[in-house]
C-alpha cells in the first residue's frame, strides 16, 4: 500500500512506548516500523471474526467471492481429470530435476503458465517434453487446504 504525504493520520502514543522503540530498533524514527507492524496486525487477521465486526466479516467475504470468481471461476466449477474433479482455484506442482513448477485450474481449465493443458501435457512440458505418468508426478492443493496430495492417492480414493 502506498500513501502519499497528505494520506497521513498522526495517531498519538506514548512518548515512553517510542522511545522505547527508538531504543530497540537503533533508528531515530521509528513511524515506518510501526506502520509495518499495524500492516502485518491487518494481514493476519484479515478476516478474524473474533476480531472484526460481523458487517465488515460479510462484506470482505463477499470481495473475496467476487475476486475469486473473476481470477478462477465459480468455485463450485472446475476441471475433471478422470475421476478426479479439481476446483477452480486448486493449485497443481510438479518437481522435476529439483526445479518446482506451478499450474492452476481457472475457469474450467489446467494454466501453466498462460497456456492452457491437460495433466499429462503439463507433466511432459515441465519435464523437457519427456513422456511422464502425471499421476505418479502431480501433486495437488485444493483451494483452502494447506498442504498438498499426491494425485496417484486422489485417484486410488476415488476409485474405490
Do not use: C
Amino acid at each position: 500500500m502506498t500513501t502519499q504525504p497528505t494520506d497521513f493520520v498522526y495517531v498519538p502514543i506514548s512518548a515512553a512506548i517510542y522511545a522505547e522503540l527508538i531504543r530497540r530498533s537503533g533508528r531515530d524514527n521509528v513511524a515506518i516500523y510501526i506502520e509495518n507492524q499495524v500492516q502485518d496486525f491487518l494481514d493476519s487477521t484479515e478476516g478474524d471474526p473474533d476480531i472484526w465486526s460481523a458487517a465488515y466479516i460479510e462484506r470482505h467475504a463477499k470481495d473475496l467471492s467476487d475476486q475469486f470468481a473473476e481470477e478462477y471461476g465459480e468455485p463450485t466449477r472446475g476441471y475433471q481429470w478422470q475421476n478426479v474433479f479439481l476446483p477452480n482455484g486448486t493449485s497443481i506442482r510438479m518437481t522435476y530435476r529439483g526445479d518446482a513448477r506451478h499450474a492452476e485450474i481457472r475457469h474450467e481449465k489446467l494454466i501453466y503458465g498462460k497456456e492452457s493443458m491437460s495433466p499429462s501435457e503439463f507433466a511432459s512440458r515441465v519435464a523437457s517434453n519427456t513422456s511422464r505418468n502425471a499421476w505418479r508426478d502431480i501433486y495437488v492443493k485444493f483451494p483452502g487446504d494447506s498442504g498438498w496430495t499426491f494425485a496417484d492417492d486422489l485417484r486410488r480414493k476415488k476409485s474405490r
